[in-house]
């Protein structure tokens, strides 16, 4: 009797504990989550939805979205925009839920993951885009297609042009920017949504490279031009600079810049009517500026050779179109009177012929009647040809020679048998008519040493 009495007191009072812990638990929830409600990662049971959003508030001013273009970041501030979270709602929808009298669903309850409400004053995120310079049309520099160029190695190559940093579509960027700030974006990279304009022709279009194809085997042209026995190649940047490359990648061979090459070319190597500094069989260097002797290219002419070997793409070795042609050169030392020449030194009435920097003849010579104004002229020529027997003809005189070697016009070395003498002061008021008058026997062997185009130095 006694024990059932026990048996049902305690059992009473455990339904009443039961009751109690239930209803306690009921009244806690009706303000608060359940027991282990898990929001965003974290235990808020028992915390109030205020409590929630108070603890998962974020300050604006910790928030910031870059914003990358190409020259430059812009950045805008949470706090500069007015920028807020709101949770409260969702957090109020999670509470409505969950049911008080079944607090206990707790122990199989899902997590919850809140969709964040962002709120900002999208006026003043639109004043702060306005004043963006990167959206200012003024500022915006247009896209240039790739250049094509010769590099250091002599290759031609593509290369690409200035990207420059016009945005295609303004407000389509504008508009990523609002939502990103939504999304809560760090940062938004300008060239990774693909906003700026791109230039017409990329690198690798077909177009660009076929030009650049064309390019290397213009530039690649073995086209050698002689100068005697030196062989001088038309550099590659040279043969590039032909080439005309339309705005589409068209190429073509351009007349005009090939005469810009020839004139070039003639500016650097030619020699006709240079000055010189020569060294005199007395050891003085003189500087001769009367030149009539030395190399120079026939520009009109040769610029319709090179124009037709480019074109055709021949690989050739020739003398250009010459004007004037010089009897030797030497392109290391720009030299092109070399060891075998002929030198008349008026002052002193004589002659020497040079080969291999010896002296092979010399003479005493009379040269032209400086009192009638007729001095032979000093610079530097070549000899036109020589000829056995010749007739010498000028307007008082005609007057036979054995041998005759002109180097200036009518002016030429050639024997004057009537004359008992030579050197001396002669010239001064017998000379001759302008050419230089040899003994017999010198002229004789002056002509079997002597070639035509063989420079001849007159001081």
């Known amino acids: 009797m006694w024990s059932n009495k026990v048996f049902r007191y305690s059992f009473i009072s455990i339904i009443s504990i039961l009751v109690l812990g239930y209803l306690s638990m009921v009244l806690t929830s009706i303000d ?94 639109n004043r702060i885009l306005d004043g963006f310079e990167e959206f200012d049309e003024s500022n915006m520099i247009e896209p240039k297609n790739p250049r094509i160029v010769l590099d250091d190695d002599d290759t031609v190559i593509a290369i690409e042009g200035d990207l420059g940093n016009t945005i ?98 003639s500016r650097l190597y030619d020699t006709f009517d240079k000055n010189r500094t020569f060294k005199t069989h007395g050891r003085d260097s003189i500087t001769i500026t009367n030149s009539h002797y030395g190399w120079k290219i026939n520009i009109d002419e040769e610029v319709e050779n090179l124009y037709e070997d480019i074109v055709h793409h021949n690989d050739v070795t020739r003398e250009p179109a010459f004007e004037y ?48 104004g007729r001095g032979t002229p000093g610079g530097i020529y070549s000899v036109a040809y020589k000829q056995s027997p010749a007739i010498l003809v000028g307007e008082d005189y ?20 009537w004359r008992g003498s030579f050197g001396g002061t002669i010239y001064m008021y017998a000379g001759s008519h302008g050419c230089v008058n040899m003994p017999y026997y010198k002229a004789q062997e002056l002509f079997g040493l002597i070639e035509a185009g063989m420079p001849v130095i007159v001081y």
């Open 325 to 372: 042609t010089g009897y030797y050169y030497d392109l290391d030392d720009k030299d092109d009177v070399g060891d075998f020449y002929a030198e008349v030194d008026l002052a002193n009435q004589h002659m020497y012929l040079y080969k291999r920097n010896n002296v092979i003849l010399d003479s005493d010579v009379v040269t032209g009647c400086v009192a009638l």
């Open 168 to 265: 295609e579509d303004v407000e389509a960027v504008r508009k990523k920017i609002h939502e990103a700030i939504v999304l809560e974006s760090e940062e938004l990279d300008v060239e990774e949504l693909g906003a700026y304009k791109r230039p017409e022709y990329e690198l690798d279009d077909q177009r660009v490279q076929n030009c650049v194809t064309y390019c290397n085997k213009i530039a690649s042209l073995d086209i050698e031009y002689q100068y005697a026995d030196e062989e001088i190649p038309i550099e590659p940047h040279y043969l590039f600079s032909t080439i005309k490359i339309a705005h589409n990648y068209n190429c073509s061979i351009s007349k005009e810049q090939v005469r810009t090459v020839i004139e070039s070319f």
């Open 398 to 417: 005609e007057t036979p020679v054995t041998y005759w070697m002109p180097f200036n016009g009518g002016i030429g070395f050639h024997d004057a048998t």
């Open 32 to 125: 608060t989550y359940y027991p282990g409600t898990v929001i965003n990662g974290q235990d808020f049971g028992f915390k109030s939805p205020l409590y929630v959003d108070n603890a998962l508030y974020k300050n604006p001013s910790d928030y910031n979205l870059d914003i990358k273009f190409r020259e430059n970041t812009e950045t805008i501030n949470g706090r500069a925009i007015g920028m807020s979270v709101n949770y409260i709602d969702e957090l109020k929808e999670i509470k409505k839920s969950q049911n008080p009298f079944l607090w206990f669903t707790c122990f199989w309850d899902d997590e919850y993951t809140l969709e964040e409400s962002v709120k900002y004053n999208d006026v003043e995120v």
